[in-house]
Protein backbone atom coordinates (compact mmCIF):
# COMPACT_ATOMS: atom_id res chain seq x y z
CA UNK A 1 0.00 0.00 0.00
CA UNK A 2 1.26 3.74 -0.78
CA UNK A 3 0.80 6.11 2.22
CA UNK A 4 -0.10 9.71 0.91
CA UNK A 5 1.05 12.49 2.95
CA UNK A 6 -1.44 15.23 2.42
CA UNK A 7 -2.26 18.76 3.62
CA UNK A 8 -5.61 19.17 5.06
CA UNK A 9 -7.70 20.00 2.11
CA UNK A 10 -11.50 19.90 1.17
CA UNK A 11 -10.17 16.78 -1.27
CA UNK A 12 -8.19 15.03 1.18
CA UNK A 13 -11.38 15.54 4.02
CA UNK A 14 -13.00 13.53 1.81
CA UNK A 15 -10.55 11.07 0.99
CA UNK A 16 -9.87 10.80 4.51
CA UNK A 17 -14.12 10.23 5.28
CA UNK A 18 -14.11 7.92 2.43
CA UNK A 19 -11.42 5.46 4.12
CA UNK A 20 -12.49 5.89 7.94
CA UNK A 21 -16.25 5.09 5.68
CA UNK A 22 -14.61 1.72 4.50
CA UNK A 23 -13.03 0.77 8.06
CA UNK A 24 -9.56 1.96 6.94
CA UNK A 25 -6.91 3.78 9.89
CA UNK A 26 -5.68 7.25 9.09
CA UNK A 27 -3.08 9.35 10.46
CA UNK A 28 -3.45 12.84 11.62
CA UNK A 29 -2.51 15.84 13.33
CA UNK A 30 -3.15 17.31 17.04
CA UNK A 31 -2.02 19.61 19.03
CA UNK A 32 -0.32 16.92 21.44
CA UNK A 33 1.29 14.03 19.55
CA UNK A 34 0.01 12.71 16.03
CA UNK A 35 -3.20 10.56 16.07
CA UNK A 36 -4.01 7.07 14.47
CA UNK A 37 -7.55 7.08 13.83
CA UNK A 38 -10.27 4.46 13.18
CA UNK A 39 -14.27 4.84 13.19
CA UNK A 40 -14.88 3.83 17.23
CA UNK A 41 -17.73 2.36 16.17
CA UNK A 42 -15.85 -0.13 13.78
CA UNK A 43 -14.44 -3.35 15.63
CA UNK A 44 -12.62 -4.16 12.43
CA UNK A 45 -11.02 -0.99 12.26
CA UNK A 46 -10.67 -0.38 15.88
CA UNK A 47 -8.55 -4.14 15.78
CA UNK A 48 -6.44 -2.74 12.73
CA UNK A 49 -5.02 0.13 15.03
CA UNK A 50 -3.96 -2.55 17.60
CA UNK A 51 -2.32 -4.74 15.09
CA UNK A 52 -0.74 -1.79 13.30
CA UNK A 53 1.01 -0.87 16.51
CA UNK A 54 1.46 -4.30 18.18
CA UNK A 55 -0.44 -2.44 21.18
CA UNK A 56 -1.62 -4.95 23.75
CA UNK A 57 -5.20 -5.75 23.67
CA UNK A 58 -5.60 -4.52 27.54
CA UNK A 59 -4.48 -0.49 26.71
CA UNK A 60 -7.20 1.38 25.68
CA UNK A 61 -7.78 3.79 23.02
CA UNK A 62 -9.29 7.48 23.43
CA UNK A 63 -12.30 8.31 21.47
CA UNK A 64 -11.71 11.76 19.77
CA UNK A 65 -14.59 13.98 18.51
CA UNK A 66 -15.00 17.63 17.25
CA UNK A 67 -15.92 20.44 19.54
CA UNK A 68 -20.10 20.43 18.22
CA UNK A 69 -20.26 16.58 18.97
CA UNK A 70 -22.67 15.61 21.82
CA UNK A 71 -20.38 13.57 24.52
CA UNK A 72 -23.31 13.12 26.52
CA UNK A 73 -24.39 10.44 23.95
CA UNK A 74 -21.47 8.25 24.75
CA UNK A 75 -20.68 8.56 28.45
CA UNK A 76 -22.27 9.90 31.91
CA UNK A 77 -21.10 13.01 32.19
CA UNK A 78 -20.82 13.87 36.29
CA UNK A 79 -22.05 17.72 37.04
CA UNK A 80 -18.55 18.81 38.16
CA UNK A 81 -16.92 17.79 35.35
CA UNK A 82 -18.28 20.53 33.09
CA UNK A 83 -16.02 23.30 34.53
CA UNK A 84 -13.00 21.46 33.38
CA UNK A 85 -14.92 20.73 30.11
CA UNK A 86 -15.66 24.69 29.88
CA UNK A 87 -12.38 25.42 30.94
CA UNK A 88 -10.06 23.28 28.86
CA UNK A 89 -11.61 21.66 25.82
CA UNK A 90 -11.22 21.78 23.09
CA UNK A 91 -7.35 21.28 24.07
CA UNK A 92 -5.27 18.86 25.49
CA UNK A 93 -7.00 16.97 28.31
CA UNK A 94 -8.67 13.58 27.88
CA UNK A 95 -11.37 12.60 30.12
CA UNK A 96 -11.89 9.45 31.22
CA UNK A 97 -16.00 8.86 32.00
CA UNK A 98 -18.61 6.18 32.49
CA UNK A 99 -19.32 4.61 29.45
CA UNK A 100 -22.70 4.51 27.86
CA UNK A 101 -21.20 1.50 25.32
CA UNK A 102 -21.64 2.95 22.11
CA UNK A 103 -18.67 2.52 20.76
CA UNK A 104 -16.87 -1.07 19.54
CA UNK A 105 -15.81 -2.58 23.10
CA UNK A 106 -12.16 -2.50 21.82
CA UNK A 107 -11.80 1.39 22.80
CA UNK A 108 -11.89 0.56 26.00
CA UNK A 109 -10.26 -2.93 25.84
CA UNK A 110 -13.46 -4.25 27.85
CA UNK A 111 -13.31 -1.22 31.09
CA UNK A 112 -16.77 0.14 31.66
CA UNK A 113 -15.16 3.35 30.87
CA UNK A 114 -14.64 5.49 27.84
CA UNK A 115 -11.94 7.93 27.63
CA UNK A 116 -13.09 11.18 25.37
CA UNK A 117 -10.49 13.97 23.72
CA UNK A 118 -11.15 16.87 21.96
CA UNK A 119 -8.27 18.34 20.45
CA UNK A 120 -7.99 21.78 19.69
CA UNK A 121 -5.58 21.62 16.32
CA UNK A 122 -7.67 22.92 14.01
CA UNK A 123 -6.22 20.27 11.59
CA UNK A 124 -7.88 17.64 13.80
CA UNK A 125 -10.87 20.03 14.52
CA UNK A 126 -11.56 19.74 10.29
CA UNK A 127 -11.03 15.72 10.39
CA UNK A 128 -13.22 15.13 13.18
CA UNK A 129 -15.67 17.39 11.48
CA UNK A 130 -15.40 15.55 8.13
CA UNK A 131 -16.28 12.05 9.85
CA UNK A 132 -18.85 13.39 12.68
CA UNK A 133 -18.44 10.79 14.45
CA UNK A 134 -15.81 9.42 17.38
CA UNK A 135 -12.44 8.24 15.93
CA UNK A 136 -10.65 5.81 18.31
CA UNK A 137 -6.96 6.84 18.52
CA UNK A 138 -3.51 6.25 20.20
CA UNK A 139 -0.35 7.86 19.25
CA UNK A 140 0.78 7.34 15.68
CA UNK A 141 3.84 5.24 16.23
CA UNK A 142 4.45 1.52 16.83
CA UNK A 143 3.95 0.16 20.68
CA UNK A 144 6.64 1.29 22.64
CA UNK A 145 8.71 3.41 20.30
CA UNK A 146 8.35 7.38 20.54
CA UNK A 147 5.70 9.31 19.79
CA UNK A 148 5.52 10.88 16.56
CA UNK A 149 5.67 15.04 16.57
CA UNK A 150 5.57 15.51 12.71
CA UNK A 151 3.81 13.44 9.62
CA UNK A 152 7.41 12.17 8.83
CA UNK A 153 7.59 10.62 12.06
CA UNK A 154 4.43 8.57 11.15
CA UNK A 155 5.86 7.95 8.36
CA UNK A 156 8.93 6.34 9.75
CA UNK A 157 6.85 3.98 11.56
CA UNK A 158 4.34 3.27 8.94
CA UNK A 159 5.50 3.49 5.95
CA UNK A 160 3.28 1.37 3.29
CA UNK A 161 0.95 -0.19 6.31
CA UNK A 162 -1.56 3.26 6.23
CA UNK A 163 -3.32 4.77 3.16
CA UNK A 164 -3.07 8.41 4.95
CA UNK A 165 -1.07 11.02 7.23
CA UNK A 166 -3.05 14.00 7.78
CA UNK A 167 -0.35 16.85 7.46
CA UNK A 168 -0.76 19.29 10.22
CA UNK A 169 2.67 20.45 10.62
CA UNK A 170 4.67 19.85 13.56
CA UNK A 171 2.49 19.32 16.82
CA UNK A 172 3.03 22.03 19.14
CA UNK A 173 2.66 20.77 22.37
CA UNK A 174 5.04 17.59 22.15
CA UNK A 175 3.82 15.55 24.94
CA UNK A 176 0.43 13.00 25.04
CA UNK A 177 -2.62 14.60 26.55
CA UNK A 178 -3.15 14.52 30.20
CA UNK A 179 -5.37 11.68 31.34
CA UNK A 180 -8.08 12.65 34.00
CA UNK A 181 -10.16 9.73 35.49
CA UNK A 182 -13.58 11.56 36.27
CA UNK A 183 -15.00 8.44 37.55
CA UNK A 184 -14.79 9.28 41.05
CA UNK A 185 -15.84 12.05 43.33
CA UNK A 186 -12.30 13.79 42.64
CA UNK A 187 -10.13 13.95 39.66
CA UNK A 188 -7.35 11.61 39.41
CA UNK A 189 -4.41 12.22 36.93
CA UNK A 190 -3.89 9.26 35.34
CA UNK A 191 -0.89 10.26 32.76
CA UNK A 192 0.48 14.25 33.42
CA UNK A 193 0.57 16.41 30.47
CA UNK A 194 0.17 20.31 29.22
CA UNK A 195 -3.09 20.59 31.41
CA UNK A 196 -1.14 20.52 35.18
CA UNK A 197 -2.82 19.15 38.12
CA UNK A 198 -2.25 22.29 39.68
CA UNK A 199 -4.77 24.30 36.70
CA UNK A 200 -7.37 21.05 37.71
CA UNK A 201 -7.52 21.65 41.43
CA UNK A 202 -7.72 25.24 40.87
CA UNK A 203 -10.83 25.00 38.29
CA UNK A 204 -12.41 22.64 40.56
CA UNK A 205 -10.59 22.48 43.86
CA UNK A 206 -9.39 19.11 43.93
CA UNK A 207 -6.57 17.04 41.74
CA UNK A 208 -4.81 14.07 43.07
CA UNK A 209 -2.05 12.10 41.07
CA UNK A 210 -2.54 8.44 40.34
CA UNK A 211 0.14 6.04 41.95
CA UNK A 212 0.09 2.30 40.86
CA UNK A 213 0.52 0.58 44.27
CA UNK A 214 2.62 -2.77 44.04
CA UNK A 215 0.17 -5.65 42.48
CA UNK A 216 -2.54 -3.61 41.86
CA UNK A 217 -4.45 -3.86 38.72
CA UNK A 218 -3.43 -0.35 36.92
CA UNK A 219 -6.46 2.48 36.37
CA UNK A 220 -4.95 2.88 32.89
CA UNK A 221 -3.56 0.48 31.64
CA UNK A 222 -0.93 2.16 29.50
CA UNK A 223 1.10 3.34 32.38
CA UNK A 224 2.28 -0.14 33.21
CA UNK A 225 4.28 -0.66 29.78
CA UNK A 226 7.43 0.67 28.80
CA UNK A 227 7.41 3.01 26.51
CA UNK A 228 8.92 6.07 23.94
CA UNK A 229 12.29 3.89 23.66
CA UNK A 230 14.29 5.41 21.28
CA UNK A 231 15.87 2.75 19.10
CA UNK A 232 19.65 3.00 20.39
CA UNK A 233 21.26 2.33 23.68
CA UNK A 234 20.68 4.74 26.53
CA UNK A 235 21.52 6.20 29.64
CA UNK A 236 20.11 8.42 32.13
CA UNK A 237 21.64 10.67 35.06
CA UNK A 238 20.01 12.59 37.73
CA UNK A 239 19.95 16.74 37.80
CA UNK A 240 22.69 16.23 40.50
CA UNK A 241 25.27 13.71 38.24
CA UNK A 242 26.26 15.91 35.73
CA UNK A 243 29.81 15.17 36.22
CA UNK A 244 28.93 11.35 35.69
CA UNK A 245 26.86 11.75 32.80
CA UNK A 246 29.80 13.88 30.92
CA UNK A 247 32.59 10.74 32.24
CA UNK A 248 29.82 8.54 30.54
CA UNK A 249 29.94 10.49 27.05
CA UNK A 250 33.76 10.82 27.29
CA UNK A 251 34.22 6.52 27.53
CA UNK A 252 32.08 6.11 24.46
CA UNK A 253 33.56 8.35 22.76
CA UNK A 254 37.06 7.17 23.54
CA UNK A 255 35.35 4.12 22.37
CA UNK A 256 35.04 5.00 19.38
CA UNK A 257 31.71 5.48 19.47
CA UNK A 258 29.05 8.87 18.98
CA UNK A 259 27.19 10.14 22.37
CA UNK A 260 25.21 12.66 22.58
CA UNK A 261 23.44 14.32 25.54
CA UNK A 262 19.95 15.46 25.81
CA UNK A 263 19.47 17.72 28.26
CA UNK A 264 18.30 21.00 29.21
CA UNK A 265 19.88 24.28 27.90
CA UNK A 266 21.98 25.85 31.03
CA UNK A 267 23.48 22.30 30.94
CA UNK A 268 24.23 22.68 26.74
CA UNK A 269 25.44 25.81 28.10
CA UNK A 270 28.15 24.61 30.55
CA UNK A 271 29.66 22.08 28.03
CA UNK A 272 29.36 23.80 24.16
CA UNK A 273 32.24 21.34 23.04
CA UNK A 274 29.76 18.24 23.78
CA UNK A 275 27.21 16.67 21.09
CA UNK A 276 23.80 17.64 22.71
CA UNK A 277 20.24 18.00 21.73
CA UNK A 278 19.19 21.11 23.82
CA UNK A 279 15.39 20.33 25.19
CA UNK A 280 15.16 24.20 26.18
CA UNK A 281 14.59 26.59 28.60
CA UNK A 282 11.13 26.49 29.96
CA UNK A 283 9.07 23.34 30.56
CA UNK A 284 6.60 24.13 27.42
CA UNK A 285 9.50 24.40 25.06
CA UNK A 286 11.13 20.58 26.70
CA UNK A 287 7.67 19.26 25.89
CA UNK A 288 7.61 20.42 23.21
CA UNK A 289 10.98 19.15 22.03
CA UNK A 290 11.29 15.87 23.89
CA UNK A 291 9.78 13.67 21.09
CA UNK A 292 11.43 15.26 18.00
CA UNK A 293 14.71 15.27 19.60
CA UNK A 294 14.85 11.24 21.07
CA UNK A 295 13.87 10.86 17.39
CA UNK A 296 16.39 12.97 15.50
CA UNK A 297 19.52 11.09 18.56
CA UNK A 298 18.04 7.52 18.27
CA UNK A 299 19.05 8.14 14.52
CA UNK A 300 22.78 9.91 15.04
CA UNK A 301 24.10 8.62 18.10
CA UNK A 302 25.23 5.36 19.13
CA UNK A 303 24.62 6.04 23.01
CA UNK A 304 22.34 8.68 23.76
CA UNK A 305 22.83 9.97 27.93
CA UNK A 306 19.90 11.81 28.99
CA UNK A 307 20.16 14.42 32.13
CA UNK A 308 17.20 14.77 33.95
CA UNK A 309 15.99 18.72 34.02
CA UNK A 310 16.04 20.43 37.54
CA UNK A 311 12.44 22.56 37.54
CA UNK A 312 9.84 20.13 38.81
CA UNK A 313 5.54 21.19 38.99
CA UNK A 314 3.22 21.79 36.61
CA UNK A 315 4.14 20.47 33.05
CA UNK A 316 7.43 19.11 34.37
CA UNK A 317 4.96 15.89 35.79
CA UNK A 318 4.62 14.85 32.39
CA UNK A 319 8.09 15.72 30.94
CA UNK A 320 9.64 13.77 33.32
CA UNK A 321 7.40 10.72 33.52
CA UNK A 322 8.15 10.69 29.57
CA UNK A 323 11.79 11.14 29.68
CA UNK A 324 12.09 8.57 32.49
CA UNK A 325 9.66 5.71 31.29
CA UNK A 326 11.93 6.47 27.62
CA UNK A 327 15.16 5.75 29.48
CA UNK A 328 13.80 2.91 31.17
CA UNK A 329 14.47 0.91 34.49
CA UNK A 330 18.14 2.70 34.18
CA UNK A 331 15.89 6.25 35.04
CA UNK A 332 14.09 5.02 37.61
CA UNK A 333 17.52 3.59 39.69
CA UNK A 334 19.44 6.84 39.06
CA UNK A 335 16.95 9.66 39.49
CA UNK A 336 17.37 11.98 42.36
CA UNK A 337 14.99 14.80 43.46
CA UNK A 338 16.58 17.97 44.03
P1 LIG B 1 -1.93 6.81 23.70
O1 LIG B 1 -2.81 7.84 23.09
O2 LIG B 1 -1.20 5.94 22.75
O3 LIG B 1 -0.99 7.43 24.64
O4 LIG B 1 -2.86 5.85 24.54
C1 LIG B 1 -4.00 6.29 25.26
C2 LIG B 1 -3.74 6.36 26.74
O5 LIG B 1 -4.97 6.62 27.39
C3 LIG B 1 -3.19 5.09 27.34
O6 LIG B 1 -2.23 5.40 28.32
C4 LIG B 1 -4.41 4.44 27.96
O7 LIG B 1 -4.09 3.57 29.04
C5 LIG B 1 -5.22 5.66 28.40
N1 LIG B 1 -6.66 5.35 28.39
C6 LIG B 1 -7.45 5.28 27.30
N2 LIG B 1 -8.71 4.93 27.65
C7 LIG B 1 -8.72 4.76 28.98
C8 LIG B 1 -9.71 4.37 29.93
N3 LIG B 1 -10.96 4.08 29.55
N4 LIG B 1 -9.34 4.28 31.24
C9 LIG B 1 -8.09 4.58 31.62
N5 LIG B 1 -7.09 4.94 30.76
C10 LIG B 1 -7.40 5.04 29.46
MG1 LIG C 1 1.03 6.18 22.90
Redesign the pocket.
Known amino acids: MTTRILPVTPQSLAYAKELIDAGEVVAFHTETVY ?1 LGADATNDEAVRKIFALKGRPAD ?4 AHVHEGYDISSLVETPAWTKRLRDRFLPGPL ?1 M ?1 YPSKGKVSAYV ?1 SG ?1 P ?3 IRVPSSPAAQAFLRAVDRPIA ?3 ANRSKHV ?1 PVTAQHVYDDFAGDIPLILDGGASQGGI ?2 T ?1 L ?1 CTGAVPLI ?2 AGLVTREMIVAEVGACENYVLQEGEKP ?5 AYKHYAPACATKFFGAQELSAAVQCYQNEEAAGGAPCLLCEHAVCGQYPALRALDLGRTPEEMAANLYAHLRTGERQATLLIGVEPRARGGVMDGVLNRMLRAFGQDAKERRHDG
Not at 59 to 62: C, D, M, T, Y
Open positions: GNPLITVSLTLSAPSSESVDLRKSPGM
